[in-house]
C-alpha cells in the first residue's frame, strides 16, 4: 500500500469505482463515474483510492500507468502493481479527486454541486426559492426549485430562463416564461 493520504476537511468528487481485475498482469475495470474520464484516467494521473465504507484500509494516493476504454469501463494499469495478487484486494474502491483538482468548464456550464443549493430569483429582484433537484430528462437539464410556500416550481436550463448563474454568490437569476408558475 502506498502513502497515507491526509485530506481532512476537503471536498471530494468521485471519478470512478473498481468493480473487478481484468488479466493477471495487475489491471483493474473502473467504473467511470466522471465526464472527463479522458483526463482521470490517462498516463500519469493522480487519484486518491478509498475503501468502501465498513471497510478495513486508508485511503492512498495512486498513480495511473495505462488505460484504455473497453465496454463502457477502463482497463486501467496503475503503477507498482504489476500482478492480479497485488491488486485484487482493492475490489470495490472508490477513486477520488480533490475540489481543487476540478476540470474547468465552459461558459455557460455548471457542475451540479454549485448549483444544489442556490437561491433563484426572478429579474424583477422577487425570490423564488432554492434549487434542490437537477433532473435531466432529455434536451435539456431542469432545475427543481422549491418554494417558501412548499411546492415545486420546474425551471428549464435554457437561454429564454436562465439569465445568469453568480457560483460564488450562489444565486440564479431567471425570467419567468408564461406557464412556469
Known amino acids: 500500500m502506498k502513502e497515507a493520504v491526509s485530506v481532512a476537511e476537503e471536498r471530494l468528487l468521485n471519478v470512478g469505482k473498481i468493480v473487478n481485475t481484468h488479466g493477471i498482469r ?7 463515474q466522471t465526464d472527463f474520464p479522458d483526463v482521470r484516467f490517462r498516463n500519469g494521473s ?15 494516493e495512486i498513480e495511473v500507468q495505462s488505460s484504455r476504454e473497453q465496454n463502457n469501463v477502463f482497463i486501467v494499469k496503475l503503477k507498482g502493481y504489476d500482478n492480479i495478487n497485488q491488486i485484487e484486494k482493492y475490489k470495490g474502491w472508490e477513486l477520488k479527486v480533490t475540489d481543487a483538482e476540478r476540470v474547468e468548464l465552459e461558459e455557460g456550464e455548471y457542475y451540479f454541486r ?3 443549493g442556490c437561491a433563484v430569483v426572478t429579474e424583477e429582484g422577487e425570490s423564488l426559492g432554492t434549487i434542490t433537484d437537477i433532473l435531466s430528462p432529455g434536451a435539456n437539464d431542469v432545475w427543481v426549485v422549491k418554494q417558501a410556500k412548499g411546492k415545486e416550481l420546474l425551471l428549464p436550463v435554457i437561454d ?8 460564488p ?4 437569476k431567471v425570467r419567468l416564461m408564461e406557464g412556469l408558475l
Open 26 to 32: 495487475g489491471e483493474v475495470k473502473v467504473w467511470p
Open 46 to 60: 493522480r487519484l486518491l483510492a478509498y475503501p468502501p465504507e465498513g471497510t478495513a484500509g486508508s485511503p492512498f
Open 114 to 116: 454549485d448549483i444544489m
Open 160 to 167: 429564454e430562463v436562465v439569465l445568469s448563474v453568480d457560483v
Open 169 to 172: 454568490g450562489k444565486v440564479v
